[in-house]
C-alpha cells in the first residue's frame, strides 16, 4: 500500500521527481516502518527510471541533499549517504554516541574485511542506485526488516560494484523509532549486523561467486 502524508518525507519535492512512500498500510505518524526488501520490491514495481532513490520518510533527511547525491552517481552504481558526520547531525536527532561510533565501527570493519572504499555508516537508508545496480543487487537481497539496508550494502561490495559515501544532513524524525529508540534493541540490531558482515564475508570466500560489477 502506497501513502503519502504531507509534511513528512519530502514535502519540498521538486515537481520532477516521482515520490512514494511505502508504509505498508501505515498511516499513523507516529511509527514509520523500517527497511524492508518487500516493501522495496513493492515500489520498485511501479518506478520506471534510470536512478532510484532510497529513503525513509520519517522527516529526518533533506531533500536537498539529493542534489550531493547525485554528481557521484555519473561514476558510481551505489551512492549512500552517511549520518554519522558530526556537522551535519542536527540538535534533536537521534544519533547520540552510541549510535554514532557503533555505526563508524562496523563501518570500519567492513572496509576492512570487504576491502572497499571509505565507509563511515551502516544504517544511512538515503542512498541513489543506478537502475542496473538495483537489478544486479537486488535477487542476492533476502533480509526483511532492519538489517535489509545493511545487506543491500554488503551485496553491492561483494557484487564489485563502485561505491561512495556521502554525508548528508540527519534531523529530528517524525514520530518514535522502534528499533533505535530502545536502547535494548538497538545493541540487538548492532550485534545482528556485526554477525551479517562476518557471516557474509565468509561465505563469499568460500562460494567465490562473485562476478563483473555493475555500474
Not at 562496523?106 to 572504499?117: D, F, G, H, P, Q
Not at 545496480?133 to 533476502?142: E, L, R
Request: hydrophobic letters at 40%.
Amino acid at each position: 500500500m502506497f501513502h503519502c502524508e504531507p509534511g513528512v518525507g519530502f514535502p519540498r519535492a521538486p515537481t520532477c521527481w516521482t515520490v512514494s512512500a511505502i508504509t505498508g498500510g501505515i498511516t499513523d505518524r507516529s511509527e514509520w516502518p523500517h527497511s524492508d526488501r518487500r516493501r522495496f520490491l513493492t515500489g520498485l514495481r511501479d518506478v520506471d527510471a534510470d536512478l532510484v532513490c532510497f529513503c525513509e520518510p520519517d522527516g529526518t533527511f533533506s531533500p536537498e541533499d539529493l542534489h550531493k547525491l547525485l554528481p557521484f552517481t555519473l561514476e558510481c552504481g551505489f551512492v549512500g549517504g552517511s549520518r554519522t558526520v558530526s556537522n551535519f547531525i542536527w540538535d534533536g536527532a537521534n544519533m547520540g554516541f552510541g549510535l554514532q561510533w557503533g555505526n563508524w565501527a562496523v563501518a570500519k570493519m567492513i572496509e576492512l574485511l570487504y576491502n572497499s572504499s571509505y565507509l563511515s555508516d551502516v544504517g544511512c537508508t538515503f542512498r541513489v542506485l543506478s537502475r542496473d545496480c538495483v537489478d544486479d543487487i537486488f535477487p542476492y537481497c533476502t533480509v526483511n526488516g532492519s538489517s535489509f539496508g545493511l545487506q543491500m550494502l554488503l551485496v553491492a561490495l561483494l557484487r564489485r560494484t563502485k561505491l561512495v559515501q556521502v554525508p548528508v544532513n540527519y534531523h529530528p524524525r517524525v514520530g518514535h523509532s522502534s528499533i533505535t529508540g530502545h536502547l535494548g534493541k538497538t545493541v540487538v540490531l548492532g550485534l545482528q549486523m556485526v554477525k551479517m558482515v562476518l557471516t557474509m564475508r565468509t561465505r563469499a570466500a568460500t562460494a567465490q561467486t562473485i562476478r563483473p560489477p555493475c555500474n
